[in-house]
């Protein structure tokens, strides 16, 4: 059976709400610093470590084009893996003593992680070509 009707529901046409996310103040050159010293060893973060990082880690101006940044990078210590290194003072829970880090863990308090933040939201996006489309 065919139909011949107009067309009323086409995936990804609909474009979502966007909420006003309200970023942290934070010192954006002692968030750049931050960012190489403990999100370097795994990101690019920028010109100043391009050959470092791991290879399948988004970098930050890649992390800045994903609708959306603003949440992951408010919460990144809640985004797998970092939950298995990483600690926020006063925000995450402390190592189960069970199942210690795999890897030197990354310990920073809210201010640091402000200014991360503040970092990353001075980033121009990357250009990734076209937006993710569903077919």
Known sequence: ASFDGPVTYEPGLREAAEEEVVLPEGDVDAGERLSILHCGRCHVVSDKNRFAGIGSTPSFPALRSIPGWEEKFLTFWDENP????????????????????????????????????????????MDLGAEVQSR
């Open 82 to 125: 970092h939950p298995s290194f990483m600690q926020v003072t006063g925000v995450t829970e402390p190592f189960d003593p069970d199942r210690p880090p795999h890897i030197a863990p990354v310990e920073i308090t809210v201010e640091e992680m402000e200014a991360i933040v503040a970092f990353a939201a001075s980033i121009p996006p």
